[in-house]
């Protein structure tokens, strides 16, 4: 778990590096000023029984320059996550797959 951890705090400072950099060359005027970023750790954390749902605050400088919100579902095996609405685009990445009907 520590190593998934710090694989999606890596992977949020990498979006939020990106963004923020595409932002300042499109919009050189940008009040945005992100000296150095920082790992983050979720605010809101919310369990269910087929696993965890992480939530960063919004309205933190780095995530608020970058124009991002970041949520994370950690899946146990078997468990499901529903289908849901966005009205903005959304990266979405899967570290490990698993199915039951695949093994022999």
Not at 67 to 72: I, S
């Amino acid at each position: 778990m520590a190593k998934f951890s710090l694989l999606v705090s890596l992977s949020v400072c990498f979006l939020i590096l990106f963004h923020a950099q595409a932002s300042q060359q499109s919009q050189r005027q940008s009040q945005c000023r992100i000296q150095n970023i920082d790992a983050l750790e979720p605010t809101h954390r919310i369990q269910s029984e087929a696993g965890v749902t992480e939530h960063w605050d919004e309205y933190n400088e780095q995530l608020e320059c970058a124009g991002v919100a970041v949520t994370r579902h950690v899946i146990q095996p078997r468990g499901l996550l529903l289908p849901h609405f966005h009205n903005a685009p959304k990266l979405t990445y899967i570290i490990q797959g698993w199915s039951s009907y695949l093994k022999s």
